[in-house]
């Protein structure tokens, strides 16, 4: 790898791990909007997505698309195949939860759910990085 992909590894790293110390703010205090928390799980888990795609050499696409990025690191990392609901389930709090149209209430059940395929999805995608 050269210095250059290291490089944004190391950022996708860094943004995802600030991601990650937000959610665990955030659940933190019971104050906290459910929303918030989903929508920094889907936020961290794409940006681990983008690191591991960026370190194997393949073009990470600008788009929130976790089922996408899924796809492109497939063949590097079969055992992501079973997320893929996951990964729907996350972009749904970061994409369609954005417009009042498509707003709805998410409860305690939900977030913890959430928060699992986070967590299922990093210690993939980390253990691959190390």
Known sequence: MNDETRE????????????WSTIEVLMGNADSPPESIAFHCQQYVEKLLKAFL????????????????VQLAL??????????????????HAVAMRYPDEWREIEAEEVQEVVAAAKRFAGILLSRME
């Not at 590894?9 to 860094?14: F, I």
């Not at 055992?79 to 893929?84: A, F, I, N, P, V």
Request: charged letters at 30%.
């Open 8 to 19: 944004s590894v190391r950022q996708w790293l860094a943004r995802a791990n600030a991601d």
């Open 54 to 69: 960026t370190m194997r050499g393949i073009e990470a696409p600008r788009t929130h698309d976790l089922r996408r990025l």
């Open 75 to 92: 063949p590097a990392a079969p055992d992501l195949s079973g997320l893929e609901s996951s990964a729907d389930l996350l972009t749904e």
